[in-house]
């Protein structure tokens, strides 16, 4: 159990709709990414917040969009679905370390969204 | 720009045999360098990472993976596999740009085990 949590596990929809996927960093951490893993795409970073305030974008389409609140939870907030958007949905959080160059991500058990 | 790749997509090798993942990088700068698994329903879980210093680095699980920098690769070992190292995995390069953190991962490689 890397302590984050994802909420829900799966998430059925159907094209056009607009859903939301949440996440809790682990205790302390106050970067929180989200990543898109599919078949064709692999395992693709979307955006990362810290402290509330977004710090790096990826591959996000525009119809996705993401915020992180006061007490470091995220949402992850995909509209006007399509099936290609069908995939895993994975956050990950991650401590800034004194020292270190760079820092481990921790990552969540993820979302399965199926879009029909 | 910054990639990984994984030239294998699929292995396959016999319980107790020996295990060599693959792993290329491409990046300017020092690398970063990360091996995660992910087993069947499960998140990444990081099974190493490089930094800087030694270039054979252990990790969790009895894996171990040696940075060549000749070579820019990051190949992953394990002397013996079990049944429950069948998972996928994946290496990632990390860097910073612009003040920021990135991951960059790699295909991934499914990893089956033959008993």
């Known amino acids: 159990d890397s302590g984050v949590t994802q909420t829900p596990k799966h998430l059925i929809t159907a094209t056009g709709q607009r859903v939301t996927l949440r996440c809790s960093p682990r205790?302390?951490?106050?970067?929180v990414y989200w990543y898109q893993q599919s078949l064709d795409q692999g395992l693709q970073f979307l955006i990362q917040y810290y402290n509330g305030e977004e710090r790096a974008k990826g591959n996000i389409l525009e119809r996705f969009s993401a915020q992180q609140f006061p007490d470091l939870h995220s949402e992850l907030n995909l509209s006007s679905l399509e099936l290609g958007d069908s995939a895993l949905y994975f956050c990950a959080s991650s401590a800034r370390l004194a020292g270190a160059p760079i820092n481990e991500q921790f990552f969540g058990p993820g979302t399965r969204l199926t879009v029909l | 720009a910054q990639s990984v790749t994984q030239p294998d997509i699929h292995i396959t090798v016999s319980e107790g045999a020996s295990l060599e993942l693959r792993c290329n990088y491409s990046y300017g700068a020092t690398p970063y360098l990360f091996w995660y698994v992910q087993s069947p329903g499960q998140g990444l879980q990081l099974l190493l990472k490089?930094?800087?210093?030694?270039?054979l680095v252990q990790g969790i699980k009895g894996f171990e993976a040696e940075f060549k920098r000749s070579q820019s690769s990051f190949n992953l070992r394990k002397p013996s596999v079990h049944w429950s190292d069948a998972a996928e995995y994946f290496c990632?390069?990390?860097?910073?740009?612009?003040?920021?953190?990135?991951?960059?991962f790699g295909q991934g490689t499914r990893l089956t085990i033959n008993p």
């Open positions: 490089y930094f800087s210093g030694d270039t």
């Open positions: 990632a390069v990390g860097f910073i740009i612009q003040g920021a953190q990135k991951l960059v």
């Open positions: 205790s302390g951490d106050l970067s």
